[in-house]
């Protein structure tokens, strides 16, 4: 179990200085578009482009925060990585042997080259009530991938899963219960055991917590910081809550309509954010704290574009307060601004953005 | 900040509203109390399953078996027909009798949390709408169509005569919500209870909704019950907060104050729980254990069991009543009694905190 007080640890060690680390994962220009039919023969007439170019690294051991409103494609982009869906375009180069070790482009796989590739990368899902089989025990649940992948059965299976239930701080006796016999946050540590049981490198965590009561929420975050540091995970953790990425994240990429638009460390991004979407995006959080303990709210006029008929130029221009003649016909590319900062603006270097107040 | 007797809108007293499940009595609201003054903001927080819905819904009477409000007064004050101000008590009218309709919806009116869910899927939204204002408005049917598409220009709403022609399913979450809005403020309400108006949509269209209503608020001088989980938004929101926790109230007061100073240390833990973009922490401050299940009887104050000052032998065993603080604060906490300095008079000082 996490400590309940913190510990006088410092944050993960920087990204880079890290002897051990290394690009686990590249995604290199990631598209998945998915067609739109009508008529009598179901006849495409036009795609949604859910993920439309992305580009990232994912280092060993850090965690990598994925932003954006609902339909921006960040989820897609997580189950891409999974390979629950083919891309379009693009390539995902996953290193799961370390730096010398062999390189697979999952994008390319196919199901059955896939198989042992897809030991080291697994998923936990947002909601701990559908994602658990009501007719399954915890014992099955949890030892599933391990027999699935012939590793162990029998009593070294329930060895291994009573290992797992005492590391995300359930009791082992609960191994012959039924999910609906746990709250949340307990089914949320069922969800996080079975991710782990099959010791994955990269863990892709689709909104984990955004089910979950305040209380419960930090259990979970903690827990999933306490585990990372115990097993050398990484993670891709994919929210729509700033705080909670801001608290998780070692960098943070922000999406916008199948794009990124900006991709930096935390502290930075939310120190000084360089894309107006960004800007907009952090005031609009709600501080809980004494009123006015926050800069002027940035409200967005209209709604995210439609990402089968998005706007020309900058996705964002139509909702964007410094939108100028240019960004209506440029598509501004995500470009390198500074030291391991990224954004997608034609106009990154003059704007003067608001960042979260930090103090 | 107190909202004096005589200018409260709603006032809630010893609130009982029990849930009878074959597994035991749920007592999803129990003895709470509260008062809404006219023209202000009620921002009720807590966790699933603390009894903040349920409290809204018994205000409404909308409360469906199993579930009974068995005791309690809810003293709302309307005007006459004379125009004088008359307190009545919501729980003594028939709850589908003419009066209780004529309140709900008219002058009490709700949002809920999850926009598409509560409109009709097989009515025109401007039908929806125009239903409301001829059920409580003495207007012709083309003169409710016109207040239906005013309230939808007001709610912000793009192309508003052809908007009421739409089904809920060809728009997005963040217009269905304005339509609710539009819906519940067409009758211009006196107190409008919203249910987590906000939590289904994203950020930013959480703060064009936000906006607005407070906007709206202003404009008709009307009263907010706002009910969420979302510590932020009620900082922003409200005039006066209260937190519950298994059916009671155990803090209340004014909105700046509980965030500047948290008095109950389940509001102190809430408050510490949440990661915040201001701050850098390595570790979340997390609450022991879970929120006990409805059916449990626990003896004493029901946060005790996770309680980290929690005195053993007085607040396991002592039920702690509303203890009024300076600034109007009201607690139940036993830590702001004579028990606390008589068991151990140190913690009573560390729960004050920073």
Known sequence: MPPRKAPNSQRNPAINSNADSYPLLEVNGLKKHFPISAGLFSKVVSHIKAVDGVDFTLQKGETLGLVGESGCGKTTVGRLIMRLYAPTAGDINFRPHGEEGAQYDLATLDNKALRPVRTHLQMIFQDPYTSLNPRKTILDIIGEPLRLNGMSRGSELEDRVVEMLRLVGLRPEYITRYPHAFSGGQRQRIGIARALILNPTLVIADEPVSALDVSVQAQILNLLKFLQRELDLTYLFIAHDLGVVKHISDRVAVMYVGKLVELAEADDLYRKPLHPYTEALLSAVHVAGPAHSQSERIVLEGEVADPSNPPSGCYFHPRCRYAQERCQQETPELRSAAENRYVACHFADELDLAGAGTT | ?354
């Open chain 2, 1 to 354: 900040m107190t909202v004096q007797p005589n200018d409260s809108l709603l006032e809630v007293k010893d609130l009982q509203t029990h849930f009878f499940m074959a597994e035991g009595v749920a007592k999803a609201v129990d003895s709470t109390t509260f008062s809404i003054g006219r023209g202000k903001v009620l921002g009720v927080v807590g966790e699933s399953g603390c009894g903040k819905s349920v409290t809204a819904r018994s205000i409404m009477r909308m409360v469906r078996p199993p579930g009974h409000t068995v005791d309690g007064e809810i003293l709302y004050s309307r005007a006459d027909e004379t125009g004088q101000t008359t307190s009545v008590d919501l729980l003594q009218l028939p709850a589908t009798g003419a009066e209780m309709r004529s309140i709900r919806g008219g002058e009490i009116s709700m949002i809920f949390q999850e926009p598409r869910a509560s409109l009709s899927p097989v009515h025109r939204v401007g039908d929806q709408i125009t239903e409301n204002i001829l059920l409580h408005q003495p207007v012709t049917p083309s003169e409710a169509e016109l207040i239906a598409i005013d309230m939808l220009q007001q709610v912000h709403i793009p192309l508003a005569e052809q908007r009421m022609g739409a089904f809920a399913h060809q728009l997005s979450g963040g217009m269905c919500q304005r339509v609710m809005i539009a819906m519940a403020l067409s009758c211009h309400p006196n107190l409008l209870i919203a249910d987590e108006p906000t939590t289904a949509l994203d950020v930013t269209t959480e703060a064009q909704i936000l906006e607005l209503m407070q906007g709206l608020q202003a404009e008709l001088d009307m009263a907010i019950m706002f009910i969420t989980h979302d510590l932020g938004v009620v900082a922003d929101m409200a005039d006066e907060v209260a937190v519950m926790y298994l059916g009671k109230i155990v803090e209340r007061g004014a909105a700046a104050d509980i965030f500047r100073d948290p008095k109950h240390p389940y509001t102190i833990a809430l408050l510490e729980s949440l990661p915040r973009m201001d701050q850098k922490r390595d570790w979340l401050q997390t609450i022991r254990g879970v929120v006990p299940d409805p059916y449990s009887t626990l003896n004493g104050c029901p946060f005790h069991p996770r309680c980290a000052d929690s005195m053993p032998g007085v607040c396991d065993e002592i039920v702690p009543q509303p203890i009024s603080l300076e600034d109007g604060r009201e607690v139940r906490c036993l830590l702001y009694t004579e028990h606390a300095t008589q068991e151990s008079p140190q913690l009573a000082e560390e729960s004050s905190h920073q």
